[in-house]
């Protein structure tokens, strides 16, 4: 059997792994599934360092293939940020409401057409038995609207900022077909297996 751990405490990002895994992998585990004491500290300073940090304190714990991912917002106004600070930009833990108007402050008066930014994932697979390190990444491009909408879903505070060029509208307002569309993660799971099948992995 096939074996893989999904380096997430976040059951709704674990279900779709799940979903896009399971033709793959036999049995796909998480930390939920473990008497894990300690979390990796996610103190990279961008999502590649962040998604192999997951990795790699998993890859130690279990005798399977993990599978980690980090990623967020990247505004390019702000030469990239928040990237990996997430909710450590301000230089200090905050809260959904709290980044939603740090954000919207670091843009007060950036018109519209500069508020160009991308919402980015990356993941790292790792394989300590086969010697496989991969990368995968994708993104989806957008703005930051001027204001953030009164409709906000807890957790996932750019939600509320991010309009999705490709069908102008917030993240959060996607239906689920246009959402299948853009989905940044769907995309960097396809070209990670790609890349697997190259080398033979399933085979």
Known sequence: ????????????????YQTLLKNFFD???????????????????????????KASFYIDKVDMPVLADDGGIEIDFLNGEPGAKSRRWPGYEVNDEELINYTLTKLKNVPFEKRTCKLR???CFLDKDKNIKIFSEASIQGHIALNASPLKTPGYPFRCLFI???????????????HLKCNHR???VNNLILKLKDLNYFA
């Open 1 to 16: 059997m096939k074996y893989l751990f999904i380096a997430t405490n976040n059951q709704g990002k674990l279900a779709e």
């Open 27 to 53: 049995k796909i585990l998480s930390p939920k599934d473990f008497d894990f004491k300690t979390e990796p500290k996610e103190n990279g300073q961008n999502f590649f360092d962040n998604a192999f940090v």
């Open 121 to 123: 994932v990356v993941i």
């Open 164 to 178: 999705v060029d490709k069908f102008n509208k917030l993240y959060q307002d996607l239906n689920k077909n246009e």
């Open 186 to 188: 769907h995309q960097a």
